[in-house]
C-alpha cells in the first residue's frame, strides 16, 4: 500500500510553454501533498505544501505565480510549470502524506518528474 | 527551525557486511519524528525506517535499525548483511510541527555503494 503515481516521468519543453505533472495517491487519501524540487547530487527542497481545497502554501523564493499547485481531491494535486524556462529544468518529486491509523505521519512519495525545458 | 546533518557524502561497504551511517539532527521540539529515506538510481524515494522521539526503543525494519539516541540529538541506521541493493543515496529527516505545519526536513544524503 501507500503507492503515490506522477505523470509524465519525463517532459521535454520548449521555452514559454507551460507544462502540467499530475500527482495521484493510488490507495489512500491524502490531506496533504508536497512538491520538491531537486538538482543533481543534491538533497530534496520543498517548494510548496498543499492541503486539499486550499491554496498552497509555497516556500520563500518559490514564485507560486510560475509554479501553480492545484489541490483538487483528496488524492489528486498537480504542479504547473508556466511559460517554462530553460532553469526550470530540474527533477521534480511529489509526496503525499497519509495521516493518522498509526502511520505516524508518514510521507510517501511519486517516482518523480524529469523536466527538460530547450 | 530544524536541521538535519550528515556528515559523510558517501560511503562503501562490502557486500555481506555491515555499515552505519550517521546523522545528527538540531530541534527545540519534543514532539518531532525521524526517517530514513533511501533514493536509488531510479530515484524513488523509498522510506526505509522510521522512530517517534517519544518512544525510547530503537525503531528496527528487518535488515535496517537505527540508534537513537535522544540527549545527543543523534540517530544513525545501521544495515546489516548489506546487499546490492541497498545501494542508493540515503537521506535523514526530521518532521516537526512549525507554524502549524508538518514539514520533512532533509539531509544532504549519503552515497552509499555496496561493493560485491
Known amino acids: 500500500g501507500a503507492v503515490v503515481s506522477q505523470h509524465p516521468s519525463r517532459v521535454i519543453c520548449k521555452s514559454g510553454t507551460s507544462v502540467k505533472i499530475e500527482c495521484r495517491s493510488l490507495d489512500f487519501q491524502a490531506t496533504t501533498m508536497f512538491w520538491y524540487r531537486q538538482f543533481p547530487k543534491q538533497s530534496l527542497m520543498l517548494m510548496a505544501t498543499s492541503n486539499e481545497g486550499s491554496k498552497a502554501t509555497y516556500e520563500q523564493g518559490v514564485e507560486k505565480d510560475k509554479f501553480l499547485i492545484n489541490h483538487a481531491s483528496l488524492t489528486l494535486s498537480t504542479l504547473t510549470v508556466t511559460s517554462a524556462h530553460p532553469e526550470d529544468s530540474s527533477f521534480y518529486i511529489c509526496?503525499?502524506?497519509?495521516w493518522g491509523g498509526g502511520h505516524s505521519y508518514e510521507q510517501y512519495f511519486g517516482p518523480g518528474t524529469r523536466l527538460t525545458v530547450t | 527551525a530544524q536541521t538535519v546533518t550528515q556528515s559523510q557524502p558517501e560511503m562503501s561497504v562490502q557486500e555481506a557486511e555491515t555499515v552505519t551511517l550517521s546523522c545528527t539532527y538540531d530541534t527545540s521540539e519534543n514532539n518531532y519524528y525521524l526517517f530514513w529515506y533511501k533514493q536509488p538510481p531510479s530515484r524513488q524515494m523509498i522510506l526505509v525506517i522510521r522512530?517517534?522521539?517519544?518512544?525510547?526503543q530503537n525503531a528496527t525494519e528487518n535488515r535496517f535499525s537505527v540508534n537513537f539516541q535522544k540527549a545527543a540529538k543523534s540517530f544513525s541506521l545501521k544495515i546489516s548483511d548489506s546487499q546490492l541493493g541497498d545501494t542508493a543515496m540515503y537521506f535523514c529527516a526530521s518532521l516537526y510541527s512549525g507554524a502549524g505545519s508538518y514539514q520533512l526536513t532533509f539531509g544532504k544524503g549519503t552515497k552509499l555503494s555496496v561493493i560485491p
Open positions: 509526496s503525499a502524506r497519509r
Open positions: 522512530q517517534e522521539a517519544y518512544k525510547q
